[in-house]
Nanobody
């Protein structure tokens, strides 16, 4: 079983940056592809960034060039660096394996507003 704890969200102005972190439990973390997902109010959860166990990354078109996903297998953590944030990035952000195999954590709220 793997559990996730997300952190780093907050209120930021348009054009600003935030760095999200996800701490995962479980001895097999390094074997999984990981993803950052988000759910905006009234919308379905969507996948925004993925990273394979070997470090290959992929991004949704809406965040490509602005977000960067990374992982530290020694620390069982995944990060999401978010730059040039826009109001449409407002959402609760979650991490999970890709595909999502485990229960969702509490997420971390990102609000982009002036």
């Amino acid at each position: 079983q793997v559990q996730f704890v997300e952190s780093g969200g907050g209120l930021v102005q348009p054009g600003g940056s935030l760095r999200l972190s996800c701490a995962a439990s479980g001895r097999l973390f390094s074997a999984y592809a990981m993803g950052w997902y988000r759910q905006a109010p009234g919308k379905q959860r969507e996948l925004v960034a993925t990273i394979t166990s070997g470090g290959i990354t992929n991004y949704a078109d809406s965040v490509k060039g602005r977000f960067t996903i990374s992982r530290d297998n020694a620390k069982n953590t995944v990060a999401l660096q978010m730059n040039s944030l826009q109001p449409e990035d407002t959402a609760v952000y979650y991490c999970n394996t890709k595909p999502s195999l485990y229960a969702w954590g509490q997420g971390t709220l990102v609000t982009v507003s002036s």
